[in-house]
């Protein structure tokens, strides 16, 4: 089964072995289908996103700027450090005035059943101890790792 892990660039405080921890690595395995409520809310946010920045770029480009934007990307492959991606997805969402109240909901849902940190099963107290950037740093990582995006496969 596919997994990813994700290293916190804060600590969060976990129990392990009846000892306080502090955490680093996330280690996220795909979601099955049991999860495909809190799955689709992720996704659904997605394609609104998508489908709302399409439709404010072919307003102010015109209609075939998205396919020349697909286009080059294919073209050129840019190198991007990892901070520099970490917002992306967060941040196109906001741009597109996306709610990411219940897409934080359904990863928090999600990694309850698909995550460990440092060996101990994820929980909400865990979710609720990490920074920002961090949650949004997992989210953009879930997305990227296990939510088909790509141009190629629409």
Same mark, same amino acid.
Not at 67 to 90: A, G, H, I, M, W
Not at 139 to 150: E, G, P, V
């Given at each position: 089964?596919?997994?990813?892990?994700?290293?916190?660039?804060?600590?969060?405080?976990?129990?392990?072995?009846?000892? =306080?921890?502090?955490?680093?690595?996330?280690?996220?395995?795909?979601? $099955?289908?049991?999860?495909? !409520?809190?799955?689709?809310? #992720? /996704?659904?946010?997605?394609?609104?996103?998508?489908?709302?920045?399409?439709?404010?770029?072919?307003?102010?480009?015109?209609?075939?700027?998205?396919?020349?934007?697909?286009?080059?990307?294919?073209?050129?492959?840019?190198?991007?450090?990892?901070?520099?991606?970490?917002?992306?997805?967060?941040?196109?969402?906001? =741009?597109?005035?996306?709610?990411?109240?219940?897409?934080?909901?359904? $990863?928090?849902?999600?990694? !309850?059943?698909?995550?460990? #940190? /440092?060996?101990?099963?994820?929980?909400?107290?865990?979710?609720?101890?990490?920074?920002?950037?961090?949650?949004?740093?997992?989210?953009?990582?879930?997305?990227?790792?296990?939510?088909?995006?790509?141009?190629?496969?629409?």
């Amino acid at each position: 089964m596919q997994h990813i892990v994700y290293i916190l660039k804060n600590p969060v405080e976990i129990h392990k072995d009846g000892e =306080v921890h502090h955490g680093t690595n996330v280690e996220i395995t795909a979601p $099955l289908a049991k999860l495909i !409520r809190p799955v689709m809310v #992720i /996704d659904s946010a997605i394609s609104s996103m998508g489908t709302k920045m399409a439709a404010q770029m072919a307003d102010k480009f015109g209609s075939n700027f998205l396919e020349e934007l697909v286009q080059k990307s294919k073209e050129q492959k840019e190198d991007v450090s990892e901070d520099s991606q970490n917002d992306d997805f967060v941040m196109s969402m906001t =741009v597109a005035e996306i709610n990411l109240a219940p897409v934080f909901d359904a $990863l928090k849902e999600i990694l !309850r059943h698909t995550a460990k #940190i /440092d060996g101990v099963g994820f929980t909400d107290v865990m979710f609720e101890k990490m920074t920002i950037k961090d949650a949004k740093g997992l989210l953009n990582i879930y997305i990227k790792s296990f939510l088909d995006i790509s141009p190629e496969s629409k």
